[in-house]
């Protein structure tokens, strides 16, 4: 037996003993997957959860179909950013009537950072003037940013992450950061960030896209100012599914949204010609929300039941160890290079690795059943959910890639 089967063999061994110990395993019958495929976009687009098609077929049939507008309060329509929005709170370490669920990311982050700039001028200190941004983030986050500073009179201050804490000073007035990278899947500091944004006066924003559903975030705990995040990646929620807003308890009475819409009024259906903004987080609604979707998450969001995230996250990070392992068994060495960080503290629920021929072995990988995704111009970008993705998962997506990199 050559070295390389043995190496095959001692690892699909372990990766069955790893699966028969793995207390969540089970939960991979919440889903909806197709046989004989390993699916590592998750960081992506969510697997669909076993219980999204009946729900969207009773919202359709019985509740649009037979009730009518009836349903608006009859079946909960118009609670249902709020209602959601407190399942999701205890997956990013909120109280209840922090998060308030509606609109796109990029809608989401909008007010987040037009809120903030505000909350900040409210302070009366005219010389923060700063609006620092991280200058990894994803595209839009970025002209996002670019359209708040303009809107509210800041400047624009593009800092890498490893630089922020030097970047902060008596100019600072909000800060957004990713919490985990796209790109390299990088764990950047939330407490310890967050702390030095605060004691430098300013606001901190955080972009949970990547971490939400995959790993503690603890808004609350960490006196997060505003966050963000979208729904259709590691919690489920579908293709567009609505995102949502975190408003500290401490800055809801204050928050000024840019985007003042009718279903953040204090009494919406009264149709004044004045605005008056709801108490709480209901005042990071805008307008009627995209029920279909806003219900096809909620019934996502059901696998959560009885799920410690601490527990995803300890299995999110044996998953990425195991990959990792399996990768330099199979691959020669230098054939692909680990972008992701080694260690636990910096590390998300995604492993990226750099090679010049990563568009072709990606290409190549989902033609053999192995899902993951590619970034230009030369990153393989797998994601691990452990909901649904299993240790023989990973040694197998390994053990293809080594096939095709040969």
């Known amino acids: 037996m050559s070295e390389t089967s043995f190496s095959s063999t001692s690892l699909s061994i372990r990766a069955a003993e790893l699966d028969a110990a793995d207390e969540l ?7 909806r997957l197709p ?5 590592l976009d998750g960081n992506s687009l969510g697997a669909l959860p076993a219980g999204v098609p009946g729900r969207v077929a009773d919202v359709v049939s019985r509740e649009w179909g037979e009730l009518l507008i009836r349903s608006w309060d009859e079946s909960g329509w118009w609670t249902a950013p709020e ?13 209840p009537g922090r998060v308030v669920v509606g609109d796109s990311t990029s809608v989401n982050l909008f007010k987040a950072l037009v809120g903030a700039a505000r909350l900040a001028a409210g302070r009366g200190d005219a010389g923060r003037t700063e609006l620092l941004v991280d200058a990894t983030t994803f595209p839009t986050d970025g002209y996002i940013a670019q359209s708040a500073a303009r809107m509210t009179g800041l400047t624009l201050v593009p800092v890498e992450p490893a630089d922020l804490p030097a970047a902060l000073g008596p100019r600072t007035a909000v800060v957004l950061m990713n919490h985990v990278d796209y790109r390299s899947g990088r764990l950047h500091d939330l407490p310890g960030l967050t702390a030095a944004v605060q004691a430098a006066g ?14 503690p975030v603890g808004l609350d705990e960490h006196r997060v100012d505003l966050a963000v995040g979208c729904t259709y990646k590691y919690l489920n929620g579908g293709p567009g599914s609505p995102a949502y807003l975190y408003i500290a308890e401490r800055h809801q009475d204050a928050f000024d949204s840019p985007l003042p819409g009718w279903n953040s009024h204090a009494e919406p259906f ?12 209901v005042r ?31 299995k999110s990070l044996a ?9 330099a068994a199979y691959l020669p060495a230098g054939r692909v290079e680990p972008v992701t960080p080694a260690g636990h503290a910096e590390r998300g629920s995604q492993v990226a690795l750099r090679c010049p021929d990563a568009k072709r072995l990606m290409t190549e990988l989902i033609a ?39």
Do not use: N, Q
Request: contains cysteine; proline residues 5%.
């Open 25 to 31: 395993g089970k939960l991979r019958e919440r889903f």
């Open 35 to 39: 046989e004989g495929v390993v699916y």
């Open 83 to 95: 209602r959601i929005g407190d399942r999701i709170a205890p997956l990013v370490g909120a109280a």
């Open 202 to 215: 300013g606001l901190a924003v955080w972009d949970l896209c990547h971490s939400a559903g995959a790993l």
């Open 270 to 281: 009264a149709m004044a010609p004045g605005y008056v903004p709801a108490e709480g987080a």
């Open 284 to 314: 990071g609604r805008v307008g009627t929300p995209d029920i279909l979707s806003m219900l096809a998450l909620e019934a996502a969001l059901e696998v959560w039941e009885g799920v410690s995230i601490e527990a995803v996250r300890a």
């Open 319 to 327: 998953l990425t160890d195991f990959f990792l392992e399996c990768v």
């Open 368 to 406: 053999r059943g192995v899902i993951g995704d590619f970034r230009h111009p030369d990153v393989l970008r797998f994601g691990f959910t452990p909901l649904y993705v299993g240790f023989a998962d990973v040694e197998r997506a390994a053990r293809v890639l080594g096939h095709v990199s040969g």
